[in-house]
């Protein structure tokens, strides 16, 4: 064993002398560090308040610079209070991730000698002014036309990230160049919620409902993440640097006893949770529920549901502050979809549905499913979208991650289906009667909704309507929809953005059928939505897939049926522009066909790059870890053999056998090092982003692939104590 590895074990194997520090935030510290609606009603004069709630109500089409400039002092006083000496405009460029930067509330009054002021004006407060070539934009802002601007969101509160020394006051923004296009991931989002809202409304009136005047997303993301310690996270070159390990043998033990599900958490494990759930309470971001995964060193954090748009900022807030956290307790966080090689990935399942501001979930049954119109009319419509668009909502979780995770026998598969559950998919083959024609089999409804026990003392429940189907990719679950196929480190709103539109389009197709049907209708109006969603099913029936994703016959299926498998991003990519998705996104004003270019082609670029560098690491590795200790172990096991000749001891043809076994996978290794080194050359020079991403899939990915299967097999061959960085044993079960 190296001696790196060997101070590492050693290091975690003594005794701890922690402070047995608590973290139990009461419920009066929920948002503490919030300026939500609470503080603002205490901190702004009467009618400014009531002038920026009318505002995010959409009853003011405006905020006054007056009202803006009262705001931006009654916030900063707020955030110093709170010791915060600065602040910045908090967006979320193309990277998918955060970006900020800090400026002090510091001025000089020229006026009066150049006496320093604590100043934020209300033109700070809504606008700032990044340089917008230095972001990804796909060619959109270039070093010479780099002017690009952050622009105040009031729909999510300010908040403040504290430090020791004090904090920092964060201003969510969105993020658009010069000339107006959208560069960042949040303003498709909003403008989606803007297309739903306009459809669901409309629906609405058809549907009688003359009270809700605006719809909206929610969205409540189920977080998935490895901890793995830092004594071994920081020796491994790939994890430092690309957040999965590019090689790693399976350990003897991997996940097949299902004992880390929901199992008891690790004392260390569990201090971090508390910590970083107590530090969410005070950001407002409502964690609920904390577990075990199923692989070892995976763990869950949920979030109660909130609006969609405030709902991705708080998950994008919530990965900076389990990273921190982590850190602090000597662990590393990984989010990526794919850390280590046969064993569980992970994702991040976007429960989603749509809500009014009347209080309504429309894609809640009830007690009463089939005499629900609204919940038919609008099941039908996300039915109709998600197969429609399949292609749309498969590009939205795509990425290098995404790829090493999708249809690997613990994730949905990557072909987009609907599952509905027994009650729900009864319902709607009811709806279509005769007009659908389908051989799926007819769901098994249960007969007894009561949960009965034969043990004695057991408290009896009701059940729910339908079972799970951890295999959708999009599945109902009593009253949401689960996209189940988000990947951990994407940023939410790119899916929920898809989502919206597509089912925005649908929910309008369904209220102008039904607003036209009705003119001329003689029967109820519960007939009349049977009637119209009964052909919409019909058509869009072939996507709603109740059995195994992950089976063959699946992938079959699906090909009859027509529905898109699209295997890998650039695959996926290369359906991002198809017409009828360039007409969707411009029909509904939420991406123009020039920034859906910016986006595929930042996508596009950002795949390419990180297969590259997940290859580049590879190859470092190789050649400056594992084959130096793969040439060790040969010149001992040569040396063992003449030493057994020179003693005139008859070598047994197994210790042969071993060394010829080692000398042709050390040749085979460094065939695909220049192999790969080759590949990553040849990618490199391709100019067409298209071209570059299929070559990193088809090139790269395929050499780097072959390359690791030796080196993995190499590990469990040479001797323990030669091999160079931690092992799968050691980072995900020595704590």
């Not at 002017?147 to 430090?163: E, H, L, N």
């Not at 662990?331 to 976007?350: I, V, Y």
Request: charged content about 25%; overall charge negative.
């Amino acid at each position: 064993m190296s001696s790196a590895r060997t101070a590492a074990k050693d290091f975690l194997a003594k005794p701890r002398t922690e402070v047995d520090e608590h973290y139990d935030v009461p419920a009066e510290a929920f948002g503490e560090y919030v300026f939500n609606e609470a503080k603002m009603r205490i901190k702004l004069p009467g009618n400014v308040y009531k002038n920026v709630l009318n505002f995010l109500k959409g009853t003011e089409p405006s905020i006054s610079e007056k009202d803006a400039d009262t705001f931006a002092n009654a916030l900063k006083e707020w955030a110093i209070e709170l010791g915060c000496t600065h602040f910045t405009h908090w967006f979320q460029p193309l990277t998918g991730l955060t970006a900020e930067k800090h400026d002090s509330f510091l001025d000089m009054d020229r006026k009066s000698g150049n006496r320093p002021l604590m100043e934020l004006s209300g033109e700070l407060l809504i606008r700032g002014e990044p340089d917008a070539s230095s972001f990804p934009s796909g060619g959109r802002r270039e070093t010479h036309e780099a002017r690009g601007y952050t622009s105040w969101d009031p729909s999510t509160p300010a908040f403040i990230k504290k430090t020791p020394q004090g904090g920092t006051l964060c201003i969510p923004t969105v993020f658009t160049s010069w000339t107006g296009e959208a560069l960042d991931m949040k303003t498709p989002m909003k403008r989606s919620d803007d297309a739903l809202s306009k459809a669901t409304v409309h629906l609405l009136r058809v549907l009688g409902d003359s009270e809700s005047t605006m719809a909206y997303s929610t969205l409540g993301p189920e977080q998935e993440y490895f901890l793995v310690d830092r004594v071994f996270a920081n020796q491994r070159e790939d994890i430092v640097l690309t957040g999965r390990t590019v090689q790693g043998a399976l350990p003897g033990k991997r996940q097949e006893l299902c004992d880390h599900y929901f199992g008891p958490l690790n004392p260390r494990i569990q201090k971090v949770m508390e910590e970083f759930e107590a530090e969410l309470w005070k950001l407002g971001i409502p964690v609920r529920t904390r577990h075990n995964e199923v692989a070892p060193g995976q763990h869950e954090v949920a979030p109660v549901f909130d609006r969609a748009s405030v709902a991705s900022d708080h998950n994008m807030l919530q990965m900076d502050v389990m990273r921190t956290i982590a850190s602090k307790h000597g662990f590393h966080c990984l989010f990526h979809e794919k850390p280590f090689a046969g064993l569980n990935g992970t994702g991040k399942h976007n429960n989603w549905s749509i809500a009014t501001d009347t209080g309504k979930n429309l894609l809640s049954p009830g007690k009463d499913p089939r005499n629900n119109a609204e919940f038919i009319a609008f099941c039908t419509a996300v039915i109709a979208a998600v197969d429609e668009y399949a292609d749309l909502l498969r590009c939205s979780i795509a990425n290098s991650g995404n790829d090493h995770r999708l249809g690997a026998n613990e994730a949905p598969p990557a072909i987009i289906s609907v599952f509905l559950g027994a009650e729900v998919d009864t319902l709607v083959r009811d709806v279509a009667g005769s007009a659908l024609t389908t051989d799926a089999p007819k769901p098994q409804l249960i007969s007894q909704r009561t949960m009965k026990f034969t043990a004695k003392d057991l408290v009896s429940f009701h059940r729910d309507t339908g079972d799970r189907n951890r295999t959708s990719p999009f599945a109902f679950t009593g009253n949401r929809f689960e996209f189940r196929a988000v990947g951990s480190s994407q940023n939410c709103s790119t899916p929920v953005a898809v989502l919206n539109t597509a089912v925005a389009d649908k929910v309008e197709l369904v209220a102008t059928l039904l607003e036209e049907k009705l003119k001329s209708h003689q029967g109820t109006l519960n007939e009349a939505v049977d009637e119209v969603c009964r052909e919409v099913i019909a058509q869009h029936y072939r996507v709603v897939f109740n059995g195994d994703g992950y089976s063959a016959e699946w992938v079959k299926k699906a090909e009859s049926l027509g529905l898109p498998n699209l295997k890998d991003t650039p695959r996926a990519l290369a359906r991002w522009m198809d017409e009828k998705n360039v007409a969707l996104f411009e029909k509904w004003n939420v991406l123009s066909k020039a920034e859906m270019e910016d986006r595929r082609n930042v996508w596009l670029e950002k795949y390419a790059a990180e297969v590259t560098i997940e290859a580049r690491v590879l190859s470092n590795m190789t050649r400056t870890q594992v084959l130096p200790a793969a040439l060790k172990h040969q010149t001992t096991l040569a040396a063992s053999i003449a030493a057994l000749k020179g003693a005139g001891v008859e070598v047994p043809v197994e210790q042969t056998e071993a060394l010829k076994e080692l000398s042709t996978k050390i040749a085979s290794m460094m065939k695909l090092l220049d192999a790969l080194d080759e590949a990553i050359a040849e990618v490199a020079e391709e100019d067409d982003l298209i071209d570059r991403a299929a070559a990193a899939a088809d090139q790269i990915k395929a050499t780097a692939d072959n390359l690791r299967t030796v080196c993995d097999s190499l590990e469990e061959q040479i001797d323990d104590s030669l091999w160079p960085m931690p092992k799968y044993s050691e980072m995900l079960f020595i704590k």
